[in-house]
């Protein structure tokens, strides 16, 4: 709300023409582009596309990298998950996506270019998450597994290291431990599609030692993870309620409500699973109490191709 409000002043503020100073532009480039993330945060994607979009047509040699890195890197999300939300027909839907991921592949790579060109390699490094992700939407788990273990081998020495006593670098750290439990997470989900919970649970595991120096939504992800590989090696094992229940409970003084939508039915289907009907229920009724937090009418993608990106 915060950000769309900053966008309206200044849509009405901004002086017109040749008046308009480089300085000025750059400055309404900015809000367009927090304007787009807010949106995309709100998962009104169509929304966030739009913003993101108008962003790149306002960047000009003046554009600091940075920023169009950060453009280029939120298109491709915003475009990631509306290929996850395509619908139709079977064919169409699948013709769709494809063409909505590739188009997130392109976005991710122009971005992580970018980050490496002006050397943030942590910027970088999360965005090459990112890229593993769409390969292995595409099917190109060989290449995804790849980069991600790549990333791993880079990063999972700042596990090793003792916690930071300034601002800036224990920022660093928790990017960094950030990168670490996403490309872990990662990688345990693959092996995990592929059958194989025993291998995917050490590194599950390793995602959550990381995400403890991270973030919130990586600690949340890593006990989603958790739970995942331990209810497929036994349903029954109370530890796979507990490591669910936790997701929850991380993200429970937080804003990510779409992330907290997800906690809440992983558990919900859990419990449905293990037989107690009455707290799945619950949890369900959480998850589409939270639902009404979010405005809906842009969670839809299209049924056809969407237009620009």
Not at 66 to 81: Q, R, S, Y
Request: include cysteine; aromatic fraction near 4%.
């Amino acid at each position: 709300l915060k950000a769309q409000q900053d966008f309206v002043y200044a849509e009405n503020e901004q002086p017109s023409g040749e008046s308009l100073l480089s300085a000025q532009k750059q400055e309404y480039l900015l809000l367009h582009l927090h304007l787009a993330s807010t949106y995309r945060e709100l998962q009104q994607i169509n929304a966030a596309i739009e913003q993101f979009t108008t962003t790149l047509s306002m960047i000009n040699r003046d554009t600091p990298l940075g920023h169009v890195a950060e453009t280029h890197w939120g298109i491709a999300l915003a475009t990631f998950t509306q290929a996850n939300m395509t619908s139709g027909g079977i064919q169409n839907k699948i013709t769709c996506k494809e063409k909505l991921l590739h188009r997130a592949l392109e976005h991710a790579e122009t971005a992580y270019v970018l980050y490496r060109s002006i050397d943030e390699q942590l910027r970088a490094a999360a965005v090459m998450c990112q890229i593993s992700q769409i390969e292995q939407t595409l099917g190109e788990r060989e290449r995804a597994s790849q980069h991600l273990e790549e990333l791993l081998n880079a990063w999972k020495s700042i596990l090793d290291e003792p916690e930071a006593t300034t601002a800036e670098a224990l920022l660093k750290q928790q990017e960094a431990a950030g990168v670490v439990s996403a490309a872990a997470c990662a990688i345990a989900n693959i092996e995990l599609e592929a059958g194989h919970p025993e291998q995917a649970r050490p590194l599950a595991e390793i995602a959550l030692t990381a995400a403890k120096r991270s973030y919130k939504l990586r600690r949340a992800d890593a006990y989603i993870m958790l739970g995942r590989i331990l209810e497929q090696i036994n349903p029954k094992d109370p530890e796979a309620e507990k490591a669910f229940r936790q997701a929850t409970r991380v993200l429970a003084d937080t804003e990510r409500i779409p992330a907290r939508i997800q906690a809440h039915m992983r558990l919900g289907r859990h419990l449905f699973k293990i037989g107690k009907t009455e707290e799945a229920e619950q949890e369900i009724e959480q998850a589409h109490h939270l639902s009404t937090l979010v405005f809906k009418s842009d969670l839809t993608a299209p049924t056809e191709d969407v237009t620009p990106t």
